[in-house]
């Protein structure tokens, strides 16, 4: 079936640090693939996608390239702030009739100034 | 609202009580999803409607839970004879069709004790 993996954390970084999370999806056919974010107490938003092989979702200077080789889409932001710290969620979406989202179990990022 | 709105935001109850969980999705939305989030954990899929219908109720844990979108617009999740492991935030959500991005509420918090 289909499934997402993400790093487990917590990542912990200090401000203007480089980040990368992790995620790989098992998928038949050609998945739509997600980032969720969750700040602290908010609600599930999504931060970026991407819905097809090599396209680059981004938003707010992070970035995720679909991998369809190495079935990945590695999260990525250059610099981060302390505002960034939160939870994220990679997702996928199979596109197939009535599927919904599939998570990951979430990495928790903290930033430090 | 311009969100989707879940109601209450805690629940706290007895273990064999029932319990109803609401939730009013954005306007328009003709998909509708419910998950659950353990702590630590990703959401997980429980049950999605297109419009009145469930399409895929394939993650309700067993016959307990049961949700209803009478007219195609508010959900009510319901679970009967509560148990202790039922204890979890319930997310809801919702997208203008199946397979565009989904809008999540703030959750339900459930306590069972």
């Known amino acids: 079936g289909n499934s997402v993996t993400q790093m487990e954390g917590p990542v912990t970084l200090s401000e203007e640090a480089f980040l990368t999370i992790n995620c790989t999806y098992t998928?038949?056919?050609?998945?739509?693939l997600f980032w969720y974010v969750q700040y602290p107490g908010e609600g599930l938003q999504l931060l970026l996608k991407a819905t097809k092989a090599d396209d680059k979702g981004s938003n707010k200077g992070f970035e995720a390239t679909y991998r369809k080789e190495t079935t990945s889409f590695h999260l990525e932001k250059g610099s981060v702030q302390v505002s960034d710290s939160a939870v994220y969620f990679c997702?996928?979406?199979?596109?197939?009739?009535?599927?919904?989202?599939?998570f990951g179990k979430g990495t928790t990022l903290s930033v430090s100034s | 609202g311009a969100g989707v709105s879940q109601t209450p935001s805690n629940k706290v109850t007895e273990k064999g009580k029932y319990v109803e969980l609401r939730c009013d999705p954005i306007?328009?939305?003709?998909?509708l999803y419910w998950y659950r989030q353990s702590l630590g954990q990703g959401p997980e899929f429980l049950i999605y409607?297109?419009?009145?219908?469930?399409?895929?109720d394939s993650g309700l844990p067993n016959d307990r839970f049961f949700a209803v979108r009478p007219e195609g617009s508010v959900s009510t999740l319901k679970i009967q004879r509560t148990e202790r492991g039922d204890s979890a935030v319930y997310l809801c959500a919702s997208s203008l069709e199946m397979n565009t991005e989904a809008f999540f509420g703030q959750g339900t918090r459930l306590t069972v004790v």
């Open positions: 997702a996928l979406n199979s596109n197939q009739a009535g599927t919904a989202l599939i």
């Open positions: 306007s328009g939305h003709t998909a």
């Open positions: 409607f297109q419009g009145t219908g469930a399409a895929d």
């Open positions: 998928a038949t056919g050609y998945p739509s």
